[in-house]
């Protein structure tokens, strides 16, 4: 049984001191549990219309926010994305714009 709360339990009763140091993987699926998508000031537009289903951007994505179905990309996943714009920088269609998100 681990000593630290799981990202699950996370609240605002819970310490720094609770928390397993960054890095460390303590359970399966946190990262689906936080939404980092706020932390982002640039924000990736998927322009649909450009895109030639290449998947150059998949596998790029640390924060595998862009979804894949049937084997076609779909638009991104917003709640988890930071705006890195790796993305952005591997599309070679400009089907990716990035620009500062207004908020």
Known sequence: MSKYVPASQINDQVTWQDISPGGDIRE????TLVNTGNWRTMIPTYVESK???CM???PVCPDVSIPVKDGKRLN???EHCKGCGICYKVCPFGAITFAKEEK
């Open 28 to 31: 399966s699926g946190n990262a």
């Open 51 to 53: 895109c030639k289903q």
């Open 56 to 58: 150059l951007c998949v």
């Open 76 to 78: 991104f996943d917003y």
